[in-house]
Every structure is written in C-alpha cells, then in structure tokens.
C-alpha cells in the first residue's frame, strides 16, 4: 500500500475482523473485507474502526451472501 494509505492501512489490517485492505484505483480508494458476525457487529466496526477516523470521509458497505473460489492461483509477489 502506498505512504499516503499507511496512516490507515495499518490500523485497519490490525483489526481482527479484517481479512483483506486493497488499494484501489478510481473514485473509491479502499477496500476493506471484513468478517462479522451479524450487521449490528458490522455496525459497530464500521462506526468505531472507520468513520471515527480523519482520513475516512465516507463509506459504503456490501454484504456478501455466498463465495465460491475460482481455483486460480494468486501471486503474492511485489
């Protein structure tokens, strides 16, 4: 992740619900997976870890219903 994301990458990879931070590209610059165990888990987790923080002046969240790998390999090089 970039120096301009550190400030904000690290505490949110640190969280133990977190299993993945991406830095995008386009009008949305993080993506944040996360695991909770219900919505008002996800409701808490989004008011105190992002939107207490400066950096986040918004947010929007997506609830995944089902997931299926594709089997294909993922490089986790530089």
């Known amino acids: 992740m970039g120096e ?3 400030s904000i ?3 949110l990879r640190s969280l133990p619900e977190t299993v993945a931070v991406s830095c995008l590209g ?3 610059d993080l993506l944040v997976h996360v695991v909770c165990r219900d919505t008002g888990h996800l409701r808490v987790l989004t008011l105190q870890s992002f939107t207490s923080r400066p950096e986040v002046s918004r947010i929007e969240t997506s609830r995944v219903f089902s997931f299926e790998r594709s089997g294909l390999p993922v490089d986790r090089g530089a």
């Open 9 to 11: 990458g690290d505490p």
């Open 26 to 28: 386009g009008t949305t």
């Open 4 to 6: 301009a994301f550190g």
